[in-house]
């Protein structure tokens, strides 16, 4: 099945370090997702991108989508201890509605 | 709080058992999806019900099955269970089934198979 293929898989930095992190396909897509996961939780939408080379932002949080519809990119500014989680890339596959996941970058701060 | 939620919240049980996950959707949302989260797979999406009617599936195995009621909830039924079932499954909703609609997810159902 499709893939999202994520990187890096892990990033250990101090507090108020910026993080960079991206997702890759090998088909394109039309819409670049990416959400946050904390321990015991369930993932949550951070920002949906829905245009090819669209710049997006969250607070410290930046998500481009990739001008070949192949990538995204995420960064985070000046991080901080509640960052810490793990970050999917996702979008709708298929035409439909159903989600592929990447497997995540996991993400921690220290203070 | 998404405003979605699946109960029970974790589950034990032994191999070849059936067990019954419940959600409920977010209110006034009628499309829910399913989600297996396993370390080695990542997050898969299972099946999708929109408003009472399966609309698309995805790596579910037969030996699972879901449906969603009047009332907009959902189960999910995993039966004859394995160890390579352990998993968190996590249930997620949005109002109508399109691309750009945000899946708003649940806590998930924590299931380990003994």
């Known amino acids: 099945g499709q893939q999202l293929n994520q990187s890096p898989q892990s990033m250990f930095i101090q507090e108020g370090e910026d993080v960079s992190m991206n997702c890759t396909s090998s088909?394109?897509?039309?819409?670049w997702l990416w959400y946050k996961q904390d321990p015991g939780e369930g993932p949550v939408l951070l920002i949906a991108?829905?245009?090819?080379?669209e710049l997006t932002s969250n607070g410290r949080l930046t998500a481009q989508f990739g001008i070949t519809r192949k990538d995204s990119f995420l960064n985070i500014s000046a991080s901080i201890p509640s960052d810490v989680g793990i970050y999917f890339c996702?979008?709708?596959?298929?035409?439909?509605?159903?989600?592929?996941f990447g497997k995540g970058t996991k993400l921690t701060v220290n203070p | 709080d998404s405003g979605v939620t699946q109960t029970p919240k974790h589950l034990i049980t032994a191999t070849g058992q059936r067990v019954t996950l419940r959600c409920s959707p977010r209110?006034?949302?009628?499309?829910v999806y399913w989600y297996q989260q396993s370390l080695d797979q990542g997050l898969q999406f299972l099946i999708q019900?929109?408003?009472?009617?399966?609309?698309a599936k995805g790596n579910i195995l037969e030996r699972f099955s879901a449906q969603q009621f009047p009332d907009l909830h959902s189960e999910l039924n995993l039966s004859s269970l394995e160890l390579g079932d352990s998993a968190l499954y996590f249930c997620?909703?949005?109002?109508?089934?399109?691309?750009?609609?945000?899946?708003?997810f649940g806590p998930g159902t924590r299931l380990l198979v003994l």
């Open positions: 997620a909703s949005s109002h109508k089934p399109r691309r750009e609609e945000t899946q708003y």
């Open positions: 088909s394109i897509f039309n819409t």
């Open positions: 991108l829905y245009k090819a080379g």
């Open positions: 996702a979008g709708p596959w298929g035409g439909s509605e159903k989600l592929v």
């Open positions: 209110s006034g949302d009628l499309s």
């Open positions: 019900y929109y408003n009472g009617e399966e609309r």
